[in-house]
C-alpha cells in the first residue's frame, strides 16, 4: 500500500485508509462485533493504516470495537476520532446538539482515550463547527490537549474556509474531513485551495457515495428501516433513477481500465491531489480489498479529463444530506 502525508504534517498514512461508522452506525443495524474486528486486522495485515471513527458513532460503540481491534497494532496504526456533539443524557443513540466548550473537548479526549485504548489520540477533528463557541477557543483547548501529550494532531470536519485559517492561525491543522466525491464537489472551491495554501490534509469521507458510486445501488433498491440513508433527498427512488447516469459513467471507464466503478471513483480523488486520502467505509472483506486497489489504479490526465467534461454535463438530483443535517455545515 503506497503511503501519503496530509499536508506538510509528519503525519504518514495509507493511500487508502478505512471508515469505520457503518459498522457499528447509521447503516442498519450493528454489525456482528467479532466479524468487525476480523476486517479492521485484515486491513492492517493488508497495509491500511489509517482508521476513522468518533464517539457518536453508537455512541461510543464504534470506538470501542476500534479500540479492541486495533489494540495489537499500537504504534502501527493512525486512529482519528472526533469531538463535537451533545449526547442524549438518558443514553439515546441520537446526539441532540453541538458542545466544543474547552471543558467539554477535554472530557471527551480523557474517555477516547480508554475506548480506543490508547496513550494519545492520533488525529482530534471537531466534528462540526459549534456556532456558539469561537473557533480559536476551540483550536486553544485541543493545544492544550497537545501540549499535555494526549493528542497529536488537530483536524477539523466540515469546516468552511475562513474557519479552518482561523483555527490554523491559533494551532496547526493536520486535516480537514468533509464529503467529497465525484457526486460531491463543494470543497472545491474555496476549501482545497485554502488547504493547498495552508499546507493541510484533505480526507473525504463518503468518497463513494454512501454506496451508490459503486454500482451495486439503483432505483429499486430497498434500505433497512434504520439506514439514515432513507432520511437523505439523493437517495429518494427519483433520486437514483436520475443520477444513475453517473455510474454507467464510471462503469464504462472501469471496464476500459480493468477496474471496478468504486476503484475508479477512489483513484480519481486519489489523483486530485498528493495530500488527499479518502476513507471508504464496508463491513465486507471483498469490499475493503477492492477499495484499497484502488490506490493502483493509474488515471492519466486524458482519463480524468475525460471524467471532468463527462461528469460536467451531468446534473445531480437532490440534497447529499437531510436538512437537519445541512444546518450542522460551516460555509
Known amino acids: 500500500m503506497q503511503k501519503r502525508k496530509l499536508g506538510r504534517s509528519n503525519l504518514e498514512v495509507s493511500a487508502v485508509g478505512l471508515g469505520c461508522m457503518g459498522m457499528s452506525f447509521s447503516y442498519g443495524p ?72 474547552p471543558e467539554h473537548i ?20 471537531q466534528h462540526r463547527v459549534d456556532p456558539d463557541v469561537p473557533i ?48 460531491t464537489r463543494g470543497p472545491e472551491a474555496e476549501v482545497l485551495p485554502t488547504l493547498e495554501e495552508l499546507g493541510i490534509g484533505f480526507v473525504p469521507y463518503s468518497p463513494l457515495g454512501k454506496g451508490f458510486l459503486t454500482g451495486k445501488i439503483n432505483e429499486n433498491t430497498t434500505f433497512d428501516s434504520s439506514d439514515f440513508r432513507n432520511t437523505l433527498p439523493r437517495f429518494t427512488s427519483e433520486a437514483r433513477k436520475a443520477n444513475q447516469a453517473l455510474v454507467d459513467l464510471l462503469g464504462t471507464i472501469a471496464h476500459r481500465k480493468k477496474a471496478t466503478p468504486a476503484q475508479i471513483a477512489l483513484a480519481w480523488l486519489l489523483a486530485q491531489k498528493p495530500w488527499i486520502v479518502p476513507i471508504p467505509g464496508t463491513r465486507k472483506l471483498e469490499r475493503m480489498v477492492e477499495n484499497i486497489g484502488a490506490a493502483e489504479v493509474e488515471l492519466t490526465s486524458a482519463d480524468r479529463r475525460e471524467i471532468e467534461s463527462a461528469f460536467s454535463k451531468i446534473t445531480v438530483k437532490g440534497a447529499r444530506l437531510s436538512e437537519d443535517h445541512m444546518k450542522l455545515i460551516d460555509r
Open 106 to 125: 477535554k472530557q471527551v479526549a480523557e474517555a477516547s482515550l480508554k475506548r480506543l485504548r490508547v496513550a494519545a489520540i492520533d488525529l482530534f477533528y
Open 136 to 183: 480559536e477557543e476551540v483550536a486553544g483547548a485541543v493545544k492544550d490537549l497537545i501540549r499535555e501529550g494526549k493528542v497529536k494532531h488537530f483536524g477539523l470536519s466540515e469546516a468552511g474556509a475562513q474557519t479552518i485559517r482561523r483555527a490554523h492561525a491559533v494551532q496547526r491543522l493536520t486535516a480537514v474531513q468533509s464529503e467529497y466525491s465525484l457526486w
Open 30 to 101: 450493528a454489525a456482528d462485533k467479532q466479524e468487525m474486528i476480523s476486517l479492521l486486522r485484515s486491513a492492517v495485515d493488508r497495509g491500511v493504516t489509517f482508521f476513522d471513527t468518533a464517539e457518536v458513532y453508537g455512541p461510543f460503540t464504534n470506538e470501542e470495537l476500534v479500540g479492541e481491534a486495533l489494540s495489537p497494532f499500537r504504534g502501527q496504526v493512525v486512529i482519528a476520532t472526533k469531538f463535537g456533539f451533545k449526547l442524549d443524557p438518558n443514553g439515546g443513540p441520537k446526539w441532540v446538539g453541538l458542545d466544543s466548550r
